[in-house]
């Protein structure tokens, strides 16, 4: 491992410590008391969000149990280079939220064709008002369920709203926001409805108002995915793979379903950038999963280039042998738990000899390039079913989008009995 790798190795190692996230959060309440700001954070909204949407639907209950003030911070823009093919994203979260909605008990949003800047004016109006949550719950009932007019703006002088809105936009990615929907709270943030438990928990040792949907088992007949083919697009460098393949692997053989596991490159590797604040965020928010899970994480080793290139040239070999579960987790752990350099090819010849991998043909694949055809025909594949990253989970006419969805699968799997 170089000394680079090593120092990224290490202030991965101490950025995702739950010693180091505790440390930090205490230090921001401590902050907001000083401050006589208890129970202050932001959340930040866009009108043509439907994830704002979903969680603008239950911040008044929550903040009214918790005695928070959470502020709305209204943004009409995003960083192109956090969204590499927004208008896929765009679609796919309208079928997500719907599924989200239903999971919540909330009433499910409705695509719409356009958002006027009316839409985010009146937002950015009602956010400054004695009770913000009840007025931005309704006018986004008004905007993604009901289609109804929305609220006359009361105010005399837009420019002034505008320039609200404009400040907005430039603040959110200043405070290393790149989402919207994001709630902002004493050093940690989190992203959406299905992440708002993570939150309630540091609030409460009590029954929470709102749950996780994804319970980590199985609640489905153990063989309802008999006959079927549950497809898998990971990455070796995704963390987010790295965490629901353990999982997933529970979930194939729980349904008795086919498991076909196919690797693509990674963004980066494509040419899609991952600005930082988006990098660091996942980091965490990985953390914080693998943690709920009991997965062991946070010692890494990146596996970007040389060693992306190693675990795809060296999976076919072991699928021929029927090791591919073995080996995507040996690979993807080495990375993500034991931070062991997948570009070193002593490092690779060992974990290939715990895998018993015959070593000469593993030699022939490092030396092909045949495998870039399978990636690339797996990138393509993403891309027909209406996504671009991974992991992404495809079963019957299901198509998922997460390591966070495996929930979803499961759901699908046992209406199926």
């Known amino acids: 491992m170089t000394v680079k790798k090593r120092l990224v ?26 401050r006589r700001r208890q129970g202050h954070g932001y959340c930040y909204l866009r009108a043509d969000d439907p994830y704002s949407y979903l969680l603008s639907q239950v911040l008044h209950e929550f903040c009214e149990k918790y005695a928070l003030t959470l502020h709305p911070i209204i943004v009409t823009q995003l960083e192109d280079n956090c969204y590499p ?80 809105l ?22 940690e943030k989190y992203w959406g409805l299905d992440r708002l438990h993570y939150l309630e928990r540091r609030l409460t040792d009590g029954e929470l108002l709102f749950p996780s949907p994804d319970q980590n088992k199985c609640t489905g007949a153990a063989d309802s995915g008999k006959g079927k ?48 604040s988006k990098r660091l965020y996942i ?42 579960r073995e080996y995507v987790l040996a690979m993807t752990s080495a990375s993500w738990s034991k931070a062991i350099d997948i570009s070193n090819l002593k490092n690779l010849r060992s974990l290939c000899r715990e895998l018993a991998l015959d070593w000469p043909s593993c030699e022939n694949a490092l030396m092909s390039e045949k495998w870039r055809e399978f990636a690339e025909m797996n990138r393509q594949e993403i891309y027909e079913y209406g996504l671009w990253g991974v992991p992404a989970m495809m079963i019957d006419s299901l198509v998922v989008w997460g390591q966070d969805r495996l929930w979803m699968i499961d759901q699908h799997l046992s209406r199926e009995q």
């Open 9 to 34: 190795s290490l202030f991965a190692r101490w950025y995702t410590s739950d010693k180091r996230r505790v440390r930090s959060n205490r230090r921001a309440e401590k902050k907001l008391l000083r």
């Open 166 to 187: 404009a400040s907005n936009n430039i603040v959110m990615p200043k405070r290393g926001h790149y989402l919207t929907a994001m709630i902002e709270y004493a050093g």
């Open 229 to 276: 083919v549950l497809s898998c697009y990971f990455s070796f460098r995704s963390p987010y793979s790295y965490i629901l393949l353990t999982r997933l692997f529970a979930l194939a053989d729980h349904y008795q379903c086919e498991l076909d596991l196919k690797p693509v490159l990674p963004m980066v590797m494509r040419g899609l950038s991952v600005p930082a």
């Open 283 to 324: 980091l965490l928010d990985a953390k914080r999963e693998a943690n709920r899970h009991n997965i062991p994480f946070g010692y890494i080793s990146d596996p970007l280039g040389k060693g992306v290139e190693n675990a795809l040239a060296l999976f076919y070999v072991a699928k021929n042998m029927g090791k591919e």
């Open 85 to 164: 093919e927004r208008q896929l994203l765009a679609e796919y979260a309208i079928e997500d939220c719907q599924r989200l909605a239903l999971a919540y008990n909330i009433e499910p949003p409705v695509k719409r064709s356009s958002f006027s800047e009316k839409a985010s004016l009146v937002l950015c109006e009602a956010a400054q008002g004695s009770q913000p949550w009840k007025a931005i719950a309704a006018i986004f009932q008004s905007l993604w369920v009901t289609h109804t007019a929305i609220p006359t703006i009361q105010s005399t002088n837009i420019s002034v709203l505008q320039q609200q």
